[in-house]
Structures are given as C-alpha cells and as structure tokens.
C-alpha cells in the first residue's frame, strides 16, 4: 500500500489520464471466493448467491494492480459489512493513510478531498464516492458523474476477471478448509502484481 502522498498523488494521476476521474487514488470491491461448505460451519459462510464463499476484499491502482487486500471474511457478510472489519477502514478513519491534502479539481476553485470509488455498498464518506442512486435523467450532470465513476470502478472487478482467467483455480470451488483457501488467494494477489511489471 503506498505509504506517502507522493505515492498516491502518482496513483491519482494515472486515474485521472487513463479514466478521466480526477483525484482518485483507488477503486474497492469485494470477490466472493467459492469454497465448498467448511465442516460444522452451519451458514457462516452462506452467501447471498447460494454459495458458500469467503470474501476477498481489494482496492486496486488505475494499472489493474492490486494496492490492498483484505482475505478470509465469511461469505455471509456484505461487501460494506467486510470492509467495515478491515484495517484500512480504521487507517482512513484515523488519518493515517497519508493521503494528499485537498485541493482543487480541474477548472475549479473548491478544494475536494482525494477519494476510493467504490458501489453502493459500501458508505458514503469525505474519502469514499459512489453513484448517485436511482436513474438519473440524460444528460444530467448527475448521469455524466455516474458514467464516469462507473469507469473508474469498473477497473477492480476487471482486475478480479483478469486474476480468475489466469488463475484457474478461482472457476470452482476450492475443496480447502478457509484458512488454507486465504493463503492460495494472497499467492494469486501477489502472483498477479508480480506479472503485472
């Protein structure tokens, strides 16, 4: 994860020149992770999907690679309710992930805060930004706003795509108890970023 606003002022740039969203320095979402069903594990790891799963939670750069993760939540819980136990979520709260100082967006005077793009299911905070919900009218600003967060987020569930395509093991379920299905997911993560360079 990067550890200075330089860091990720770089990663802020790149989302900007690549997907035309201005001071973002990550997109975040879950990935359920199926799983057979763990011995006497009753529906903790029961998922909205039918499935039993376990929950990889990432936040990648605007290059498709990863710059966070979070491995090993039960599948019963919800993409908000995995980051909510995160450690990154109490760094955010906390103000000690370093991120830049506000500053103005493109053509504008008001200053606005760096910013994680992430669906609606996650919270709205100063440092996360998700769509306006609801349908919004053509060629609202609103619109226009969503369409291009869209873009932006859209990156972490690519990336998630690209890591099942070439880590075949993610196409089935794992017939591996959690905790050993966790290090496989953390091996393909840095496997990924690896051949990503």
Known sequence: MPSSSQEWKKIAFDYNKIWNFPQCVGAMDGKHVVIEAPILSGTEFYN?????SIVLFAIVDANYNFIYVNVGCQGRLSDGGVFKSTGFKKLMENSTLNLPEKSALPGRDKLSPYVFVADDAFPLSPNIMKPYRGNQ??????????????RARRVVENVFGIMASIFRVFRKPMLLQPEKVDKIVLACVHLHNYLRK
């Not at 909205?48 to 039993?52: R, S």
Request: net charge positive; glycine share 6%; proline share 5%.
């Open 48 to 52: 909205y999907k039918g499935t039993f």
């Open 137 to 150: 009218p053509k060629a609202s600003k609103n619109r226009i706003f969503n369409y291009r967060l869209s």
